[in-house]
């Protein structure tokens, strides 16, 4: 996994990873695919499509920004070679993996299917009074605006990676029509 500052090592968060595959695409856009396919493998993905937030709690909940990371990544490389087309297997490759993950986040932080979503340190990182993974101590839940726009940002991203997938291969166009809908909804 990397870790591109010495100071935070062992220490990692997978959005930050996400956010770091960025300019590592422009040194090494190889590499960067790499660390954005491995988070979504088997070893890292929990089979219900959930990606691990950090070391200390997998269970937890980073900010959905896998599919933005990997879409840039396509871009970049995409750019670098010269190519119209770019790298289409990469593209695929992550683009079914997030969509289990979006589906996780679909059925699982949107506790009364009103795309309202919640859970974890949505966007205000963790600096929160409370932590926003628990139960509330007065009961009830939170409906977070974060939550909801990272969604809306997700399948944003969403849509263009499978638009541009329906571009070579038309079977593409029903995900893409299923993640309009979803943005819209948000």
Known sequence: ISMPDKWEYPW??????????IPLALVDAEFAK??????????????NGQLP??????????PPVHAWAAWRVFQID????????????FLERVFHKLMLNFTWWVNRKDAEGNNLFSGGFLGLDNIGVFDRSQPLPTGGHLEQADGTAWMAFYAATMLSM???????DPAYEDHALQLFEHFVAL
């Open 34 to 47: 790499q660390q954005l396919v491995m988070l979504t493998r088997e070893w890292y993905m929990h089979p």
């Open 12 to 21: 990692y968060a997978a959005w930050d990873l996400a956010f770091h595959c």
């Open 162 to 168: 499978a638009l541009q997938l329906a571009s070579e």
């Open 78 to 89: 995409r750019k670098q070679r010269g190519d119209e087309v770019g790298d289409i297997a």
């Open 53 to 62: 937030a950090y070391e200390w709690a997998f269970g937890d909940v980073n």
